[in-house]
C-alpha cells in the first residue's frame, strides 16, 4: 500500500489500535478523518493531530452510515483508502444461552456495518485511480477465543468476506487488505496494562511496515503464528490455546 498521498477514512479512530493507525497514517502525510460514537475521544483525537478531521459515526445504524459516506463523498472528493476499524468485543459464554443484545451487537457493529460502510463507499473508490479497503479482523478469527465466541466469530467472517470482495474487485483500481492484529494493549477487554498483550507502540511499527509492503494480509510476528494453526489440526491447538488462557496467572 502506498503510505503517502491518501485520503482516509478510519472507522473507531478515536482510540486503541484505530487512533493509533490514524496518527501514524497522519504523520506519513496522509489526509485523515476519523469516525466513532464517542465525540470526547474524536475531539481529543483530533486536538492532538492539527489536520485531522471527524465525523460522528455509528457503524450500527444503517442510517448513521448512509449520512456519513453521503457527507465523505461531497466533502472528500479524493478518498481513497477506508479502513474498517471500528469494534467491540465482550466475555460470553456459549456453553449456555448468550444475551441477545450483546449477539446483535456484536454483529451489528463487527461484520454488518463494515459490510455496509464498504457497499456505501465502494463505487465512489472504484472510481479512484488507486483506492484500498482494509478490514482490521483478529488472530481469533482463526484461533477462537472460547470466553469470545461471538466475537472471534464475526472476525472469522470478515475474513471471508475480504477474501470474496478481495477477488471480486482483481480487476479493478481497488485493493483489498486484511489488518490481523494480536492481543494488544487497548480498551478492549481492559487490555491496556496486560502483561501477555502486545505494547501498542510495538504492533503499530510493525504493522505499517507490513503495509509498506505488497501483502494482502497484514501481520506482526507474533499475529502470524496463531493465522498459521489453522488448518486439520486446528482442534487440537483451539483447545490447548483455550486451557492456557484458562490457567490461573502465577
Same mark, same amino acid.
Given at each position: 500500500m502506498k503510505l503517502e498521498g491518501n485520503t482516509i477514512f478510519i472507522t473507531g479512530g478515536? !482510540?486503541? &489500535?484505530g487512533?493509533? =493507525?490514524?496518527?501514524?497514517?497522519?504523520?506519513? +502525510?496522509n489526509k485523515v478523518i476519523i469516525?466513532?460514537?464517542?465525540?470526547?475521544?474524536?475531539?481529543k483525537t483530533v486536538a492532538a493531530n492539527p489536520g485531522m478531521e471527524s465525523i460522528e459515526?455509528?457503524?450500527?445504524?444503517?442510517?448513521?452510515i448512509h449520512r456519513?459516506?453521503?457527507?465523505?463523498i461531497a466533502k472528500h472528493p479524493t478518498l481513497n483508502v477506508l479502513i474498517n476499524n471500528a469494534g467491540i468485543m465482550q466475555i460470553d459464554d456459549s456453553s449456555t444461552a448468550i444475551d441477545d443484545e450483546l449477539?446483535? !451487537?456484536? &454483529?451489528?457493529?463487527? =461484520?454488518?456495518?463494515?459490510?455496509?460502510?464498504? +457497499?456505501?463507499?465502494i463505487e465512489h473508490l472504484k472510481r479512484q485511480d488507486s483506492a484500498t479497503v482494509l478490514f482490521v479482523s483478529s488472530v481469533l478469527g482463526f484461533t477462537p477465543m472460547a470466553m469470545t465466541a461471538v466475537y472471534s466469530s464475526t472476525k472469522a467472517a470478515i475474513h471471508s468476506y475480504a477474501q470474496s470482495i478481495r477477488f471480486k474487485l482483481r480487476h479493478s483500481s481497488v485493493s483489498v487488505l486484511e489488518i490481523i492484529p494480536p492481543w494488544v494493549r487497548t480498551e478492549l477487554l481492559n487490555s491496556s496494562e496486560e502483561p501477555r498483550a502486545m505494547p501498542?507502540?510495538?504492533?503499530?511499527?510493525?504493522?505499517?511496515?507490513?503495509l509498506a509492503t505488497d501483502a494482502n494480509e497484514i501481520m506482526v510476528p507474533r499475529a502470524r503464528f496463531l493465522r498459521e494453526q489453522s488448518g486439520p489440526r486446528e482442534a487440537v491447538f483451539v483447545t490447548s490455546f483455550n486451557e492456557q488462557l484458562e490457567a490461573p496467572q502465577t
Open positions: 478515536g !482510540s486503541g &489500535i487512533r493509533a =493507525l490514524a496518527e501514524a497514517l497522519h504523520q506519513h +502525510g469516525s466513532g460514537r464517542r465525540k470526547s475521544h474524536l475531539a459515526l455509528d457503524v450500527s445504524d444503517p442510517a448513521s456519513v459516506a453521503k457527507e465523505l449477539i446483535t !451487537s456484536t &454483529i451489528a457493529t463487527n =461484520l454488518v456495518g463494515p459490510v455496509r460502510l464498504t +457497499g456505501a463507499l501498542l507502540d510495538e504492533f503499530l511499527e510493525g504493522t505499517m511496515d507490513a
